[in-house]
């Protein structure tokens, strides 16, 4: 009798635990909403959408303009250099409740299909995990049902890294027409196809017609949950400033027998110079690199409530111990980073050969933070190569260089984009709280900064928006390298998130 009533109890939670959305809108609703908008996010999927090919973002921004009218917005094509964004107005729009803008970016991260395991990264897949922790592959179908099981993940390039939440956000909006149901916010959308290479179209567009995109507030899908699997506030995020630098050797690659240890190697000086950068426990040795972050009482109260589980951290990383920049994973995201992403110099493998190389480069990323941009830090970066005896140049040097400087330097500093936080206790904030914890009948995480870049301070600036990042795809999700995926489970969380803010009032 006793495990009668425990079992009924335990039914009547699961019928009422997201009883906080309205009538129509419960488990069973999404889910079907879900597994019927499944067809479309695999062949958004299946467009390549690498943003250094232009041929391929026009197809997305036509399929996704055509996707939007279809779910009652008024969408369009904004021209930009031949790589279009797609905006978007939701034809329920009052006039007279506040304006959320809303933001998603539908380009993705370059491949390398090689180290895929499977056929083709823009062809997605679905796969389960079997007994042995290995994925497998199983057919689609499997998928394409009310009942599929939420440890299902799809994997394909922009799986999660950002079609997901496009995917999510169309299916929210096929079940709010389903159920005749208007937002309780007026609905913007703005669908960016460079994020992934700093998002130069968006000052543009915003510059030609303000009033486009003239809102109360920005919400921004992109990022990870948080690994708890809690729905997840972002406060702000880090900015990224790509550095490349190039160190040069002699004119032409030589015989490394005829002169080794005569002509100077710029790999192991760039090697030298790079080492220098950082001490053994990864903190940046650049005088001043740190000197603007200043972490409040309040600050560390604000990461020691996020309920990271550090040693489950290490061992998905695989890793022994973390560098030491802060007192924890969440402090050391409040930091500005160094970051080498890339080396090259000579070749390796079945390309390498006996020589000193002619140069050697390296790829940087600097995470820049609100109050430590990426002028100041890549100023520094600058002023410490050349305190390294290095003369810089902005091109290959000349002869009379060569010959009057023995190291010699080459620093590009690429566009980037800025740092954004936002008041935690803002209007925007408990709006967002509120909307997440009624919908997922738990308190979010709140996040004062996330680690990664959006271009939220294109945005934010010229628009004087408040602003939040709402993440709502798995945290292992392989974003940015190989067999991306999204676990669908997130799917749905992501679509209860989603549908969570557009029904509660601004």
């Known amino acids: 009798m006793r495990l009668a009533a425990i079992l009924s109890l335990c039914v009547l939670f699961s019928a009422t635990a997201h009883a906080a959305l309205p009538d129509g809108f419960d488990d069973q609703a999404i889910r079907r909403a879900a597994a019927a908008s499944f067809p479309d996010y695999f062949e958004l999927l299946s467009m390549p959408s690498d943003s250094i090919k232009p041929e391929d973002i026009q197809k997305n921004a036509a399929w996704l303009v055509k996707a939007l009218d279809k779910r009652g917005f008024k969408a369009r094509e904004l021209e930009n250099k031949g790589k279009p964004l797609v905006f978007a107005s939701y034809e329920g729009n009052s006039g007279k409740r506040p304006v959320i803008l809303f933001y998603i970016h539908f380009d993705g991260q370059p491949v390398i299909p090689a180290q895929w395991s499977q056929k083709d990264p823009w062809s997605p897949v679905v796969k389960k995990r079997g007994p042995d922790g290995k994925w497998a592959e199983v057919d689609k179908s499997e998928l394409f049902r009310p009942d599929f099981d939420p440890e299902l993940r799809v ?4 799986a999660a890294d950002d079609k997901g939440p496009i995917g999510m956000f169309l299916a929210s909006f096929d079940l709010l027409r389903e159920k005749k149901k208007l937002p309780a916010v007026d609905v913007k959308l703005l669908l960016d196809s460079e994020e992934e290479s700093n998002s130069a179209g968006i000052p543009a ?9 003239r809102a109360d507030a920005l919400v921004v899908f992109d990022a990870a949950e948080h690994p708890s699997g809690r729905p997840t506030i972002l406060f702000g995020n880090r900015g990224v400033t790509p550095l490349t630098l190039t160190v040069y050797g002699p004119k032409v690659p030589l015989h490394s027998g005829h002169y ?3 002509a100077p190697n710029p790999a192991q000086r760039l090697a030298r110079l790079l080492a ?6 990864g903190r940046v040795t650049i005088p001043g690199y740190y000197d603007h972050t200043h972490l409040t009482e309040a600050d560390r109260k604000i990461m020691a409530e996020v309920p990271d589980d550090e040693v489950a951290l290490k061992k998905r990383l695989g890793i022994a111990e973390p560098d030491k920049v802060g007192a924890s994973y969440q402090e050391a995201l409040q930091y500005p980073s ?5 080396m090259a110099a000579g070749g390796v493998g079945d390309k390498v050969a006996t020589i000193v190389p002619a140069q050697a480069v390296a790829e940087i990323d600097l995470r820049t933070t609100v109050e430590s941009d990426g002028a100041y830090l890549a100023g520094l970066v600058k002023d410490y190569i050349a305190g ?3 003369f810089l140049v902005d091109r290959d040097p000349t002869d009379e260089e060569r010959a009057a400087h023995s190291k010699i330097a080459q620093l590009k500093i690429g566009k980037g984009d800025e740092g954004a936080r936002q008041d935690m ?3 925007i904030g408990h709006w967002a709280v509120k909307a997440l914890k009624n919908a997922a009948d738990q308190a979010p995480v709140q996040l004062r900064q996330m680690g990664g870049t959006v271009p939220t301070a294109d945005i934010v600036e010229p628009l004087k928006l408040p602003f939040l990042l709402v993440p709502t795809v798995n945290a292992d999700d392989n974003q940015h390298t190989y067999d991306e995926n999204l676990r669908m489970g997130q ?6 998130s989603m549908l969570g803010l557009l029904l509660t009032g601004y």
């Open 388 to 390: 390294q005896g290095y």
């Open 491 to 496: 799917y749905l969380t992501g679509m209860r």
């Open 276 to 281: 220098g950068m950082k001490d053994d426990d």
């Open 425 to 427: 206790e803002s209007r």
């Open 205 to 213: 567009a915003i510059a030609a017609d303000p009033a486009l995109f």
């Open 155 to 158: 994997f394909a390039r922009a």
């Open 338 to 342: 160094l970051n080498v992403r890339g």
């Open 260 to 262: 080794g240890n005569y």
